[in-house]
């Protein structure tokens, strides 16, 4: 029977009619108790635009997100900016310490492009307390032997590029970007020895480029984002070009790019076209930016799909540019790994737009996302837990791309609303579940190097402001320190990469009951934080206050004493 289409709060959830069984996956519903492969990489990540703050200090120019937040305060929750975020500019030990506590082998962070170069070109300036504080950084993650795993571009471009060359619909573009990476693969790449070039860049185009809720707040509809992405895929391929040629051989790192893609499941697995629409998902989400880095061109799909709807719509040329042969040898093989962002799943059915409905990326995949109403639901409305599509789009990467080394770049969980502060058990079932689905696909075959769980703090989490938490960490923004406060779900991932898997049943157990404990006591302590810091703004206050009386009240008895004297 079929099921029944709800939509709730914007999403369609799909519901099984009374009396039909939901179709589940057997094979993945156990619990896989096993260990990693030796050298397995553990880590956790951040961006430097959502944490870093000092955002026009030691000689930093404007982001894109800098005019973006200033300009536009109606399209970040609460009119929030990230002028301090975190402070993580001025925390840098404090921050290494936490990760040391977290003892992860890896840490995944980037480089702020306008910190480096105000104004985003080379050739004007380059800011010289930007490359010492980025030095200063690496070489103390390495005296904590933890690896630097380095973006290079995460959504921050310098305001002046996109206010000079309309930012990434222009291809000069790829030019600046490969002279900012190659001047970071100059000063830093003899201790970096892993690049990522971009961070989701597809979520970058469709909400900066598309709808406009990402800076820089542009509304080109079915045109835009293909047009940065394009530009955005042959800077990626300039700059692994220019590593390869130049660096390689003297400082034998590895460059790939980020990618983040949803598991895409057809609602009926018996319906042809339901298959279709599900790899049309894929194909325009992960095979976007894939499939011209490994195989030298778009999907085919995305080609005839767009290439047919800009033909109805009366247009002489496909929306989806064009590269040329040479473009294509180019680009083909330009990625030393996958880094691969995932986060949750989604049904998918088929839907024809009718092109008159006007161009859009949403209307050009012909398809309706769906989600079940049982999937736990996470933090934020469009996350729900859902570990076995994990496994899924680690075996569609692995068969799609020629078994390529796979690193997981990013996955994570909000702040589920009205949860006790720390004691983010939810993030736990999370870690387990997904980190499982990881090892499971290890065993299948899939070659996966390493693992990063997003995010070490809780950070502005761009047009959603500070609302949505992901960290594994805890920051009280209200506070002017900013201090940091492990949750529940750092004793257990650290339970997990100290055991590099899940050893037994028992163990396993006695982590989430050992980590639930340390949460309670971190409570009771942000619980007395408040009074704390009364009673120290008290003490600021009374203990001069009092100092001065008493001085003043000697000073006036020294004089009446010397007067009777006199």
Request: glycine share 8%; hydrophobic share 35%; net charge negative.
């Amino acid at each position: 029977m079929k099921p029944v289409w709800v939509i709730i709060l914007g999403w369609i959830l799909l519901v099984p009619r009374v009396g039909t069984a939901w179709r589940g996956p057997p094979e993945e519903a156990s619990f896989y108790y096993g260990t990693f492969p030796p050298g397995f990489s553990w880590g956790v990540g951040s961006s430097a635009y959502q944490t870093e703050g000092a955002w026009d200090e030691d000689g930093k120019g404007p982001s894109i997100w800098d005019a973006f937040t200033h300009g536009r305060k109606e399209q970040v929750l609460g009119g929030d900016t990230a002028d301090t975020a975190c402070d993580s500019y001025y925390k840098v030990q404090e921050d290494i310490a936490l990760l040391k506590e977290l003892q992860v082998s890896h840490y995944r962070f980037s480089l702020s492009w306008p910190r480096l170069l105000p104004t985003g070109v080379r050739a004007e300036q380059v800011n010289k307390r930007g490359i010492k504080f980025y030095s200063d950084f690496i070489d103390a993650l390495l005296k904590s032997n933890i690896t630097p795993v380095v973006t290079l571009h995460h959504w921050d471009l310098p305001q002046m590029l996109q206010v000079t060359y309309g930012g990434w619909q222009n291809v000069s573009m790829t030019r600046y970007f490969s002279d900012y990476a190659d001047l970071c693969f100059e000063v830093f790449g003899d201790r970096v020895k892993h690049w990522l070039t971009f961070s989701d860049p597809r979520t970058m185009v469709e909400k900066g480029y598309e709808t406009g809720l990402h800076a820089p707040g542009l509304r080109l509809q079915g045109t835009g984002l293909y047009v940065a992405a394009h530009h955005i895929i042959k800077a990626h391929a300039q700059a692994w070009h220019s590593y390869n040629n130049t660096w390689r051989s003297k400082q034998h790192g590895l460059v790939g790019i980020s990618l983040n893609c949803d598991w895409g499941e057809p609602v009926d697995i018996d319906n042809p076209d339901d298959i279709e629409a599900a790899e049309r998902y894929l194909q325009f989400c992960l095979g976007w930016f894939a499939n011209p880095i490994y195989a030298g061109d778009y999907p085919q799909v995305m080609k005839d799909q767009i290439g047919t709807k800009s033909a109805e719509q009366g247009l002489e040329m496909s929306r989806l540019p064009t590269f040329s042969l040479q473009e294509k040898s180019y680009l083909k093989g330009t990625s030393d790994f996958l880094g691969l962002g995932h986060f949750t799943t989604r049904y998918i059915t088929q839907r024809k737009y009718p092109s008159h409905q006007g161009p859009s990326y949403q209307n050009d995949r012909d398809l309706v996302e769906l989600v079940d109403p049982n999937w736990p639901e996470m933090g934020s409305p469009w996350l729900y837990s859902v570990p076995w599509g994990f496994r899924r789009l680690l075996n569609f990467a692995q068969t799609q791309y020629g078994d390529p080394p796979i690193y997981v770049t990013e996955s994570g969980a909000p702040q589920k609303l009205h949860c006790t502060q720390f004691c983010d058990e939810w993030r736990i079932q999370y870690l387990k579940g997904y980190i499982n689905e990881m090892l499971k696909a290890i065993k299948d075959g899939v070659d996966i190097k390493g693992y990063t769980s997003w995010s070490l703090l809780d950070k502005f989490e761009w047009e959603k402001g500070y609302a949505d938490k992901y960290g594994l960490y805890y920051v009280e923004f209200n506070v002017r320190n900013k201090p940091r406060y492990p949750k529940a779900s750092v004793q257990y991932y650290k339970e997990i990469i100290t055991a590099s898997g899940f050893p037994n049943p028992q163990e396993v157990e006695s982590w989430r009951l050992k980590a639930l404990e340390t949460c309670s006591i971190n409570n009771q302590m942000l619980a007395t934080e408040p009074l704390l810091r009364h009673m120290h703004v008290a003490s600021e206050i009374v203990v001069p206050t009092v100092c001065a009386l008493s001085i003043l009240t000697a000073a006036l008895m020294l004089t009446l004493l010397l007067r009777r004297r006199g």
